[in-house]
């Protein structure tokens, strides 16, 4: 039943959740994991998606060979492909969560120094967060080698403190998590570097101002895509025609990214885009040529397929693939495709729905 429905309506991301959720109950753990990643490969920006398969893999990672390697190593692949996603904070949130559950501070720092920088739903609080850990954390643990040696030089210049007093080394106990080990043996000695309290003031002070910058950076990426994301009112996938003003929306929206020029946000973008309008020809042409002229014809090619998915009865998809097919000197039986469509075309003209280029078949 999953299966079939869908293999029609692979953008319906709350049936791949029951799917998996009921294969994990009847204990089908493989297959529960399989349609997990089937579901992530049909919608890889549905955030609600990652966050149930994250939560799947952090059930199976104690008793799995590598479990938090191969967890976080989930982690960082949902990121790759959907951290991008303007209301991917959930996703960014989970990840800082669960490695500071692990006590990884180092790691949270680094996640942050990416997420400040990338325009996002909730980019206001994510600030506010990492300036609390900030003022929680010793810099040392939060931050490069390079940048905490790059303050020490600054603050050296700045405080009365002695500069053979402004870092004290000291030795800590640090889990290294390996299944198998025994509880004693988790535990390694560790070198590390502790500010002194009269400096620690300056070091978080120059922490948190190089961040600023990026945030002000940020708010004004976010800005400008702000008046775009207030008009989109449907950005689930669902049968019914959207409004006009919604398809001109997502064209400008589209057009707004491409002038920008940044291939990772244009991509995905257009992911979310074809969540909501994937029974839309146009956008899915619009996306094939322009990773045809970005990535290639053979990702242009499966642009063209997965879009033959979605809306299989549309005469102007099927004639842009041959014509696509045909640039490329692909000519068996693309011609004959072309002909036979063009002549449907013509004979259903009266059969186009709104939807621009949709048919109904017989």
Known sequence: MYDRFL?????????????????????HFSDALNVWERGISAIPLSIDLWL??????????????RGIEK???????????????FHSDRLWQDYIAWEEAQGEWHRVGEIYDRLLRIPTALYKSHMERYEAIVNMC??????SEEEFNDIFDIVKRKCNVGVDQ?????????????????????????????VHPEVMPLFQAEIISRRYRWHKDTEAMVAARLPFEEQI???????????????????????????????????VLFERCLIACALYDQFWTKFARW???????????????????????????????????????????????????ASRYELEQSRICPRNGSVKVI
């Not at 149930?52 to 060979?65: I, K, Y």
């Not at 967890?71 to 996603?85: D, T, V």
């Not at 010793?138 to 931050?143: E, G, M, Q, S, V």
């Not at 800590?172 to 502790?194: D, H, M, Q, T, Y």
């Open 7 to 27: 293999n029609k309506y692979p953008y319906c991301y709350g049936f791949w959740k029951k799917y998996a959720d009921m294969e994990r109950r009847h204990q």
């Open 291 to 341: 990773t045809r002229k970005h990535r290639g014809s053979e990702e242009a090619r499966a642009v063209y397929r997965r879009a033959r998915q979605h809306i299989p009865g549309n005469v102007r998809l099927a004639l842009a693939y041959s014509a696509f097919e045909e640039s490329l000197g692909i000519t068996c039986g693309a011609g004959i495709k072309c002909d036979v469509l």
């Open 166 to 194: 402004i870092i004290i080394n000291e030795t800590i106990s640090k889990s290294v998590g390996c299944a198998g080990v025994s509880e004693e043996s988790n535990f390694i000695p560790v070198l590390r570097k502790k």
């Open 233 to 267: 009112k449907r950005p689930y996938f669902h049968v019914k025609p959207l409004e006009t003003e919604q398809l001109k929306n997502w064209r400008m929206y589209l057009d707004f990214e491409i002038v920008e020029g940044d291939e990772a946000r244009i991509a």
């Open 71 to 85: 967890l976080r190593e989930l982690y960082e692949r949902a990121l790759s492909i959907a951290g991008y996603e």
């Open 138 to 143: 010793n810099p040392y643990d939060l931050i």
């Open 52 to 65: 149930g398969f994250l939560s799947f893999m952090r059930e199976l990672a104690p008793q799995s060979d």
